[in-house]
């Protein structure tokens, strides 16, 4: 098992993790070294080539950036080369996911964890972010069918934390377009705790599919 730094645009680090194995599927993650730090990501997905990336200014970046969802996609077709790619993210991280996906479809799974997938009439008390209306138009375009992943999706959210509203709305959107999304309801808020907790059985349910559709 040994870690090693990649290169990557301006703007964006990361490492990246290989088991002894090969791997079968590459997870790529954002928020990268604190998502493995609070939730041990690579012992939890054992056999999964694990890459770890961090944007320098991740309130711009992870806010239905286009720059950075090119970037993205770049990314993951350098890393992917046949090997089925996961995106696991959680909050901003779950959103540029999605929105990366939606505008450039490389992706064969996302894991997205209390997405901010900010909407008017359920989150006025986010209004006040600079990017707000970048992510709203996003979201909107995707509840009004106009775009759609593809992919199969597992959406989970804290029972009681404010985006719960806005993750069961994306779940219906993306589940009206014909998208296979499974969506989890789970205890806890926004916060490292719950994301760590659902990683089994809900990641693990999601790459068996990822597995059974490549």
Request: net charge neutral; with cysteine; proline share 6%.
């Amino acid at each position: 098992m040994t870690w090693h730094d990649l290169d990557l645009p301006r703007g964006i680090t990361g490492r990246a993790w290989s088991p002894r194995s090969p791997a079968g599927v590459v997870l790529l993650v954002h928020d990268g070294a604190e998502y493995e730090h609070r939730t041990r990501l690579t012992s939890a997905a054992p056999g999964c080539h694990v890459v770890l990336l961090d944007a320098r200014d991740r309130l711009t970046q992870y806010s239905a950036d286009p720059a950075y969802a090119r970037q993205l996609s770049r990314i993951v077709r350098d890393l992917g080369r046949g090997a089925p790619v996961v995106g696991v993210g959680a909050s901003l991280g779950a959103l540029a996911l999605l929105h990366a996906q939606c505008r450039f479809p490389v992706f064969d799974g996302l894991f997205l964890q209390s997405g901010s997938f900010f909407r008017p009439a359920l989150d006025r008390q986010e209004s006040d972010f600079r990017h707000w209306l970048r992510i709203v138009r996003f979201t909107g375009r995707v509840a009004r069918g106009s775009l759609g992943p593809g992919v199969p999706i597992t959406l989970t959210c804290g029972t009681v934390e404010e985006n719960l509203a806005n993750n069961r709305d994306m779940a219906r959107a993306l589940l009206a377009q014909g998208c296979p999304v499974t969506f989890a309801e789970v205890p806890g808020g926004h916060d490292w705790d719950s994301w760590r907790a659902a990683l089994d059985p809900h990641l693990t349910a999601l790459l068996r599919r990822v597995h059974q559709e490549d």
